[in-house]
Structures are given as C-alpha cells and as structure tokens.
C-alpha cells in the first residue's frame, strides 16, 4: 500500500458519507481515479452508508400520504376507454363517479320515500329491520363502488339487457366489484338474480345472488369472486331457482363484456 | 469474494423491485402505489430519523416519493437496489431540507460519492443476512462518540470541519472518531466475508490488503 493510499484510506469513511471538506475531497476522487484497490474498499463504506440508510426503525407514514401521493400521480384528465363490446360500453373512471353521484342521490331518494311509505303504512317492526338491514347493505355497496372508482386502475362498466341497464365498477385486481342496475322487476319468492363472472375460457363463476326490493326498479349489489375480476372477461346475470344454481341456467337479463 | 453493494434486498424481492421500477417508468401508477406500499415505512422512518418531527418527515417522504415517480427511468440496476435508490433520494431530499433550514447553501455537488459510479458486483452470497445483521449489531454498539458524528455526518450532512465547529472539538478528533466508528461497521459488514476469506485463504493463501483487521 502506497503512502496516498494509506492517507486516502483515512479519508474513506468521511467521503463515503459526503463529509469531506473540499480539499480532502479533491485528493480522494483524484486517487480513485488510478487506484483500483482503493475503489474497492470504498465499495465497502458505501455498502455500510446503505446499511446506514437501514438502519431507522420503518414507521408507517399516515394515510393521507398515500392518498396525496395517489392523487398527485393521477392524469389530469381520464382518457375514455373506447371499447364497444355486444353488450358493454367502456367509460372513464370521472364518468363513473358522476353517474355514482347521481345514483347515490337517486338511491337516498329511492329509499327516503319508501322509508316513508314504510312508516305510513305502520309496517311491522320485522320489516323495518329488514329495510335497514338492506340500507345498511346498499350504503357498504354505495361505499365501496365510492372506493373503488377512487382508485387509480377501476374501471366502469356499461351492463345490459333487454329491459334493464346499470353499471359495473370494478377493479382488475381486487376480488369484489359492485353492480348497479335500472328496471329489474321483483322475482316471485322461489326465484332469484344471479351474478356470474365469465372467464376467457367462457365459464362461468357464481358472483353472488340478489333481489331487487318491491317498489322500486334501481338495486345495488357488490359482486365478489376467489379470484380478481382481471382474471374476468365479463359479467352477466341470470333468473335462477331461490338459493342460486352452479351454473347459469335462466334467462339472462343483464350482462357486459370487459 | 465480492462485495454486495446492490444487496439491500432479498433476491426475489430485487427482481419485483426491478419489475415495480419499470413500470413506474411507464407511468403505471398502480405499480408506483405497490412500490410505495413496500417502502413507504422505511422511506418514512429514515425521513423521520433525519427531519426529527413527522410533519417534515411527511413532507421529505412525499418530495422523495414523487421524484421517484418522475425519475424511476434514470434507474440504473447495476449500480444498487431500488429500495437503496429511494432511500439515498430520501436522504438528499432530507438534507436539502435541513440545509435550507439552516440557511446554508446546498449546491448540486458532481463529486458527491452518491453520485459516483461503481461498478460493484451483485454476489448474492449466503451471508447477506448476516453481514445487515452484524452491521445493525455494530450500530448500537459504537461508542456515543463516534456514533454521533457518524450521525451529523450521514442524518445532518455536516462536513469534518463543520462536525468540529458544532461540537467544538479539533479537526483531527472529529476525523478520527468518523474513521473509527465507519472503520467498526465496515469490519462488521466485511466480517462474515472475511470468514469465507479465511476458509479459502487456509488454501490458497491469498488474502488481498485491504481485508486487514480493525485497528480500533
């Protein structure tokens, strides 16, 4: 080892940190320039600066972090996913949060006046129970279509059918999805709506069942599946036999392609 | 034996960095929220560590977050990890900060040894784990001396000469304490190496200069 060596290994430490002063700094990158075995052992005092980078706990920074970051990243404006299939229309995720909007307000109204007519007609206590039980379960469907069109990557949907039409907001990597729908007649009691997730292959995987409420023609309901809907080319709903078939086996009356 | 600059992360875990870079070089913004989903903590803590309250933490971690998202192409794989890229652009955001603070200057500096370029190769060895464990071991162990003036060095920014102006201390001490303590953890990084070294040294006999025993 030559004496610069000696002297620059001196140096090392501070200048891996960046502490040199100006004139150290100057003889240590000078020096690395023509000695390789002097590069090497900065390898070393850098690899501890990293392991300096380490070595604080990890704290997780607040929510609102990732939310301003998210937001910060996002377009300016949400370019329309052109894409008409046989049965769906692809829009932008903005679109899907004004027709959210309105639909959420539709819904509040929807359900403010049958509330209402509930307490007029004096119902009994077991179907106001049941009624918010159900504005309990559209409010977490309206909550959740809420989240998902918030993110980045959801995507909505256009269903449709002969008589009925609605939405379909989902996120390609989540396993639930929500499903809104306009002028789905109430089903006699042994009779119910059957969501099915439609693979690339064609088959068919039960999304879940609903009914939609006496009185009113717009329902909510949120979709779900072991797998994520990316895994889905589309998705479709059917009349099936009160407690669901493993198979699709009525008449369809709403569907959409992704 | 080479050294692991770029060994930050597990293997499978560096390819998915690697992965998660490029398309946020894309601007996929799904992979820039998984890449902030697996660092956002340790991007936090170091800001946290250096900025000494959480609102500027806050702050440094979403500056250091953003410049990841709009220079995630100027990447470079050889030259370290992904998650040791956004925690040395978290360190510069923080002393740029600090330094501004304090009203000093902070000019780009083109000799900055974040900014040299190593060509250090990638072994993968074994004792990875070991070598972050033994150097993180070291850390606490450091006299309090030396630890702090590794940290006004490395948390601060502060040069030798203004190390010695804060803590009133001449020139040559405060270079000494640095050399020492760094001289510690790099003994501590090399140490499950230098076992290798020993086991193929004690057949062939080669042992290269720069592996020689702490002197403090």
Redesign the interface.
């Known amino acids: 080892m030559s004496d610069v060596c000696a002297e620059v290994e001196l140096l090392m430490p501070g200048y891996a940190l960046g502490a040199l002063d100006e004139e150290d700094r100057e003889l240590v990158l000078e020096h690395l320039r023509s000695c390789p075995d002097c590069h090497a052992t900065l390898a070393d005092y850098l690899a501890v600066r990293e392991g300096l980078l380490l070595s604080p706990p990890a704290v997780h920074p607040p929510a609102r972090l990732r939310q301003t970051l998210a937001a910060s990243i996002r377009p300016s404006h949400v370019k329309t996913m052109g894409f008409l299939g046989s049965f769906g229309l692809r829009v932008s995720a903005w679109s899907g949060v004004a027709v959210l909007a309105t639909l959420l307000v539709v819904n509040v109204i929807v359900l403010g006046q049958t509330s209402q007519m509930l307490r007029g007609q004096q119902t009994s206590l077991e179907q106001l129970l049941a009624e918010q039980s159900k504005l309990t379960q559209d409010l977490q469907a309206n909550q959740t279509a809420m989240a998902l069109v918030t993110y980045p990557t959801s995507e909505v949907v256009h269903v449709q059918g002969d008589e009925a039409y609605g939405t379909f907001v989902f996120d390609p990597d989540l396993n639930i999805a929500v499903l809104y729908a306009w002028g789905l007649e109430p089903l006699p009691g042994d009779e119910t709506y059957q969501a099915w997730l439609i693979d690339a292959g064609g088959g068919r995987t039960n999304g879940g069942l609903f009914q939609v409420s006496e009185g009113t023609r717009f329902s909510v309901f949120i979709v779900s599946s072991s797998s994520p809907m990316g895994a889905f080319r589309g998705v479709g709903v059917t009349i099936e036999p009160s407690g669901g078939s493993p198979g699709p086996t009525g008449a369809r009356v709403l569907a959409a392609d992704f | 034996m080479a050294?692991?600059?770029n060994?930050?992360a597990v293997p499978d875990s560096h390819s998915l960095d690697a992965s998660l870079i490029y398309q946020v070089a894309q601007a996929d913004?799904?992979a820039?929220?998984l890449l902030?989903?697996r660092y956002?903590?340790?991007?936090?803590?170091?800001a946290?560590?250096m900025m000494g309250n959480?609102m500027s933490?806050?702050d440094v971690?979403?500056e250091a977050?953003?410049k990841v998202?709009s220079r995630a192409s100027t990447f470079k794989s050889d030259r370290?990890s992904v998650?040791?890229w956004m925690?040395?652009i978290?360190?510069r955001t923080a002393l740029d900060r600090i330094r501004a603070d304090a009203r000093r200057s902070s000019p780009a500096?083109p000799?900055?040894?974040?900014t040299?370029l190593?060509k250090?190769p990638d072994p993968r060895t074994s004792s990875t784990e070991a070598r972050?464990r033994s150097?993180?071991l070291m850390?606490t162990d450091l006299p309090a001396e030396q630890q702090q003036a590794?940290d006004l060095?490395?948390l601060k920014?502060?040069?030798?000469?203004q190390?010695a102006e804060h803590l009133r201390l001449p020139l040559g001490t405060v270079?000494t304490r640095?050399?020492l303590?760094?001289?510690k953890?790099?003994q501590a990084?090399?140490a499950p190496e230098i076992s290798d070294l020993d086991r193929s040294s004690s057949s062939s006999g080669d042992v290269?200069?720069?592996r020689k025993a702490p002197q403090a």
């Open positions: 050294r692991g600059y060994s930050l913004h799904k820039f929220l902030y989903d956002a903590a340790r991007v936090f803590g170091l946290l560590r959480a933490a806050e971690a979403q977050f953003l998202w370290g998650i040791a925690l040395t978290t360190r500096d000799s900055d040894p974040e040299v190593l250090i972050w150097l993180r850390l590794i060095a490395f920014g502060l040069s030798h000469s190390i270079k640095l050399r303590g760094m001289e953890l790099r990084w090399l290269k200069h720069t």
